[in-house]
């Protein structure tokens, strides 16, 4: 058994005290354990899907909600002006776009990238008018961030 780690000594008969051999055959059988379970869970956070809720956030024209996602300083891109702004900045634009362009719906129409770096490209329709969005996140510390907002007129 795993290299004669969890043998038992030769010799011994009837019960048998927990040695230091078979206290490292269970650590090693925890550590395996463990090894399977780590990974099982970093296999179910590559699933998810962060726009899932910048897309409700969107639907909603909930500036607030929305700007939980922003990094901390983004690109937001409003027709043809385009602004590098604070996490607050970025909210109080959307909202001003939002109270002129009620939205009634959104839909994600592609999505892409690699783990750390993702967009997506939906369809605002908002204000009786459609826009193009274009949605640019990173993965930073332990969570997706937007990096760029861009709303356009179809």
Not at 63 to 78: G, H
Not at 88 to 116: C, E, M, V, W
Not at 123 to 129: D, F, H, Q, R, V
């Amino acid at each position: 058994m795993w290299l004669g780690i969890c043998k038992i000594p030769p010799g011994y008969i009837g019960y048998v005290e927990p040695t230091f051999h078979m206290k490292n055959c269970l650590s090693i059988a925890s550590a395996f354990i463990s090894l399977f379970i780590g990974v099982g869970s970093y296999a179910q956070d590559t699933s998810y899907d962060v726009f899932v809720p910048i897309a409700k956030y969107m639907q909603a024209g909930d500036a607030d909600k929305l700007s939980a996602w922003f990094a901390d300083n983004l690109e937001i891109t409003i027709f043809t002006v385009t602004n590098d702004s604070s996490r607050s900045q970025a909210r109080q634009i959307l909202k001003t776009f939002f109270n002129s362009y009620t939205p009634r719906s959104f839909d994600l129409t592609h999505k892409a990238g690699r783990a750390n770096m993702k967009y997506a490209l939906g369809s605002l329709n908002a204000g009786g008018e459609i826009f193009i969005v274009t949605i640019f996140v990173s993965y930073k510390d332990t969570s997706y961030k937007i990096q760029q907002i861009k709303i356009e007129r179809m």
